[in-house]
């Protein structure tokens, strides 16, 4: 068991952001789920930093 508070939570919220951002952004794809697309990435890194660092998040 994680000892952080709401660990597992956090790593289900990050493997679901990397789906997303796992998708691609060419063609196709209307210009807000591009936009969608890019800030997943941007949370990804935003997710693992505070997870590396152990910062405390809060879900609810």
Known sequence: ???R????????ILA?????AGQQ???SI?????RHIGDARQLVAV???CIEEN???HFS
């Not at 508070?5 to 289900?12: C, F």
């Not at 679901?16 to 997303?20: A, G, N, Q, S």
């Open 47 to 49: 997710l693992q930093l």
């Open 5 to 12: 508070p709401h660990g597992p939570q956090r790593t289900a």
């Open 55 to 57: 910062v405390g998040l």
């Open 16 to 20: 679901r952001l990397k789906e997303i």
């Open 25 to 27: 952004q060419e063609g």
């Open 30 to 34: 209307d210009q807000l789920r591009q």
């Open 1 to 3: 068991m994680d000892p």
